[in-house]
């Protein structure tokens, strides 16, 4: 995992921690980097925070030619990282 690719999945971990509030839900710690990737602009339940947690990855990675260029086509691997991002993710839905 270069640098960059590196970033992005510490910047989701730091907004999206994989601990549970009192309420036994998840928590943005810094929601408006990702209200966009939520129905309505808000994640109202876990699965949709852990949805725009995945889909500011693929955002983040595919979002066109230029970021495919640059990152995701010389780290083949992206899409594992993402899989192995939700299913640590998927054990508390």
């Given at each position: ?22 309420s036994g839900n998840y928590e ?58 939700l299913s640590g993710s998927g054990f508390r839905v």
């Amino acid at each position: 995992m270069n640098k960059e690719v590196c970033k992005k999945f510490k910047d989701l971990r730091d907004a999206f921690s994989d601990n549970l509030n009192a309420s036994g839900n998840y928590e943005f710690t810094n929601k408006e980097n990702f209200d966009e990737y939520c129905t309505d602009n808000k994640c109202n339940d876990n699965l949709g925070k852990i949805n725009a947690g995945f889909f500011y990855l693929l955002d983040a990675f595919f979002k066109d030619n230029s970021v495919f260029n640059s990152v995701a086509k010389s780290n083949i691997n992206i899409v594992e990282y993402i899989m192995i991002w939700l299913s640590g993710s998927g054990f508390r839905v």
